[in-house]
């Protein structure tokens, strides 16, 4: 017959077990040397802009990591996501504001190393001056991006 401290410790021991099968099905081990990624054109931020996805797939649920190469002189248009945005530096410098309204004078300059969290939802607005930046971008998705004015959405121009 099981006691009450012989069934608490049979609990116990059957939910690490539950555990230890969800660390299984984690994914496997993932490298991404930057000279082997995968890039192809991101439309939906501009002309010239590349898109590498290192993990996930960023129109799911799921978490994702994504690099993204903004050339010189880009100019993102007022925008949101519908999830929080991290965002760091790799190289170059990026230039971002938030707000509803596109300001140049307003972006803050962020250089190799720098990190942003972007709320899901908040207005923001980015780019780039003289030269190219590269950017990790990471999350939960579905990952997306929506213009405040229709007229800055580059896949409509």
Do not use: C
């Not at 030269?131 to 997306?144: N, S, T």
Request: proline share 9%.
């Amino acid at each position: 017959m099981t006691t009450p401290k012989k069934a608490a410790l049979l609990a116990l021991l059957g939910a690490s077990f539950v555990t230890a099968g969800a660390w299984a099905a984690e994914p496997a081990f993932i490298a991404a040397k930057s000279s082997e990624l995968n890039w192809v054109p991101a439309p939906s931020v501009g002309p010239g802009a590349m898109l590498a996805v290192i993990e996930g797939d960023p129109k799911t649920g799921d978490p994702f990591t994504m690099r993204l190469k903004l050339p010189a002189n880009t100019r993102i248009g007022v925008h949101t996501h519908p999830v929080t945005e991290r965002v760091t530096v790799i190289s170059g410098t990026f230039y971002f504001a938030t707000g509803d309204k596109f300001d140049d004078a307003q972006a803050a300059a962020y250089q190799a190393g720098d990190m942003l969290v972007i709320p899901a939802g908040m207005p923001m607005f980015a780019g780039t001056k003289e030269g190219e930046a590269e950017l990790q971008l990471h999350g939960a998705g579905p990952w997306g991006i929506s213009y405040l004015d229709p007229a800055d959405d580059p896949r409509k121009q």
